[in-house]
């Protein structure tokens, strides 16, 4: 008698495994994605004017806006894939560029429990920091 109880508990724990794992791996799919977005704007989008300025600090300050038509075109080419409804947001700060990314991912076996949730929303954040010719010469901080 308590052998298909015990059976059928298994297979509800196990389907709950696969669900946080389906949303644990968008999350890391998002912060990778992240982390290349960051990377790719503080990159491409240098201000121009700054970055070949003569001055002893060597500093350099990113373009908020260059920054977002960065992100905006490579998430047109390449979107983090089994994740819906994708949010972004570019902030830069000096030397310093923070992408943040929210989307929903949609559970595969919760929807079948009554009164548990369809989807998760997930995040992934990454911050890039521009440099010229080396090493950061001064760090500001970015508010994410």
């Not at 008698?1 to 949303?23: H, K, N, Q, S």
């Not at 999350?27 to 003569?54: C, I, P, Q």
């Not at 992100?71 to 830069?92: F, I, K, Q, T």
Request: hydrophobic share 50%; glycine share 6%.
């Amino acid at each position: 008698m308590l052998a298909p109880a015990g059976v059928l508990v298994l297979f509800v724990l196990g389907a709950l495994a696969v669900d946080v794992a389906i949303a644990f791996l968008a999350r890391r799919e998002l912060s990778s994605t992240a982390a290349a977005l960051a990377n790719d704007a503080a990159t491409m989008a240098l201000a121009e004017d700054r970055f070949y300025a003569e001055n002893a600090a060597g500093a350099v300050e990113v373009d908020e806006g260059q920054a977002a038509d960065v992100v905006r075109e490579a998430l047109a080419a390449r979107a983090p894939s089994g994740v819906s409804d994708l949010r972004w947001s570019v902030r830069s700060a000096d030397d310093q560029v923070c992408v943040t990314l929210t989307a929903r991912v949609d559970y595969l076996f919760s929807r079948a429990v009554p009164g548990a949730a369809d989807s998760a929303t997930v995040s992934g954040r990454a911050v890039a920091t521009a440099v010229k010719g080396g090493s950061p010469v001064r760090r500001s901080g970015v508010d994410c």
